[in-house]
């Protein structure tokens, strides 16, 4: 894996920090001792993991993708992280996100843009991009990303791997740097289902350093998996799935649209029975969702003075500090976030566009609710589009932000959602993947663990 993740590298630009090798080594032979003894090595043992850079890590830098953090190194270690060490798990590296999750390609990191390894010209998805290009092109066995509005999926589909975003509090958030604290939640990126199974079942479960991770019980995620047997012709039967009409309408990229009829077709014959449901709720929730995000980010990054963490700007004033210590560190899109977020929450349009979004918010909730109240799973596309060029959106935010349509409302109502590959669409020399969407129930991850051989 180190060798393959080094030759990668300078084509893919995943990693903001890859471990030296002596450090895997020595963790990696420490693992052989523990198991020469016969002692319990952990479900992770040896197992490869990336962590996106929005996640602390006490020996590795952690930046957020931002100048803002450059050089910052936590002193401690974000608890899904801490978990997957104490299960044998070796974090090998940091890897490439849009500057604290803000952005839909990674182009928006402060350092480098990631390239997607299906096709170098086009972008890998983001936020979490990094993290995504890095199972897919093998550099490492899975990676830890973080989904605020479909940094996980949206990064999954455009790169061909499995990325699984789970319940709302299912993962503990202590240690994620907070982008918008009611939508942010750790994921998973792996090559199979079973794989991100093991990896949710690491970091679930209730942590006394987040408020909001829940209590709720973490069931066995792998048995259940297992359960299914695909020897049987109709393993799946039963289950009912509603492809939710709305996300393959106008703006959607027509070979995204067949692909994803054919998936349904496939549930089918896999017995499922598959009909289409209406949410009309649908487009409400993109507008709410960046005005909610923004609010939150907007009071979340407050905390980056120049005092507390990271980079500070010389001055001989403390307002001047702060202020070119920000101005310095945040990039382009952070600004404009933050400027939307303090609009937002002014005195004078709070009730017009922050109250409004939260309504809309409840609207979208009340939808989903309704709908899998029927339904075991909703499926869509992941993303409207396959991956794009570099720099094909790069200046016009309002279509990046467009793209998100089919992953924000899963935020905005707390729900678990897996990726998964189901087909190409034409484009780069091999054809570009898609990614279907399920959405599960709250808590009920396991119902969205649907797979067959990649
Ligand atoms: N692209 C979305 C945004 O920029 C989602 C990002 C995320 O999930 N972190 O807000």
């Given at each position: 894996f180190l060798s393959r993740l080094r030759r990668a590298e300078p084509h893919l630009r995943s990693f903001l920090h890859v471990s030296p090798d002596e450090d895997v080594l020595r963790q990696a032979r420490r693992l052989d001792e523990i198991l020469q003894r016969n002692e319990d090595v952990g479900p992770l043992a040896g197992v490869i993991v990336a962590v996106k850079d929005n996640i602390c890590t006490s020996d590795m830098p952690s930046t957020a993708g931002s100048r803002v953090l450059e050089g910052y190194r936590p002193p401690f270690d974000a608890t899904a992280v801490r978990r997957i060490r104490e299960m044998g798990g070796i974090v090998v590296g940091k890897t490439n996100l849009d500057e604290f999750g803000?952005?839909?390609?990674?182009?928006?990191?402060?350092f480098q843009v990631t390239a997607n390894p299906w096709d170098v010209s086009r972008v890998p998805g983001g936020s979490s991009g990094g993290s995504a290009a890095a199972v897919s092109a093998r550099q490492c066995m899975v990676s830890l990303g973080s989904d605020t509005g479909g940094s996980v999926r949206q990064p999954a589909s455009f790169c061909g791997v499995v990325g699984l975003k789970p319940t709302y509090g299912r993962v503990s958030r202590f240690g994620l740097m907070a982008y918008a604290s009611s939508l942010d939640v750790i994921g998973c990126f792996s090559s199979s289902v079973f794989d991100a199974g093991i990896l949710l079942q690491a970091i679930s479960g209730h942590d006394t350093s987040d408020a909001t991770s829940s209590k709720q019980v973490v069931p066995d995620f792998t048995s259940q998996f297992t359960s299914?047997?695909?020897?049987?012709?109709?393993?799946?039967?039963g289950l009912k799935v509603g492809l939710i009409s709305e996300t393959l309408e106008d703006g959607v990229d027509t070979g995204v649209a067949s692909t994803i009829r054919a998936a349904a077709s496939h549930l089918e014959e896999l017995g499922c029975s598959v009909s289409e449901v209406s949410l009309p709720s649908f487009s409400l929730g993109l507008p709410a969702y960046y005005i909610l995000a923004s609010s939150e980010s907007s009071s979340n990054l407050s905390r980056y003075d120049g005092v507390r963490y990271g980079n500070q700007a010389p001055a001989d004033e403390l307002n001047a500090l702060y202020g070119d210590s920000r101005a310095k560190g945040f990039g382009h899109e952070v600004k404009m976030r933050i400027l939307m977020g303090t609009y937002a929450l002014s005195a004078g349009y709070y009730d017009a566009y922050y109250k409004r979004a939260q309504q809309v918010r409840t609207i979208v909730r009340k939808g989903f609710k309704a709908a899998l109240d029927v339904y075991d799973i909703l499926i869509s596309p992941?993303?409207?589009?396959?991956a794009y060029r570099i720099g094909e959106k790069k200046n016009d935010p309002l279509a990046m932000y467009a793209g998100d349509i089919m992953t924000v409302n899963v935020n905005l109502a707390g729900l678990p959602a897996l990726v998964l590959p189901c087909g190409f669409v034409e484009g780069g020399s091999a054809g570009l993947p898609v990614g279907l969407q399920m959405i599960g129930a709250a808590f009920d991850e396991s119902q969205v663990q649907y797979q067959e051989d990649l």
């Open positions: 803000m952005g839909s390609t990674t182009e928006s990191s402060a299914i047997s695909l020897s049987e012709s109709k393993p799946l039967k992941a993303a409207p589009s396959a």
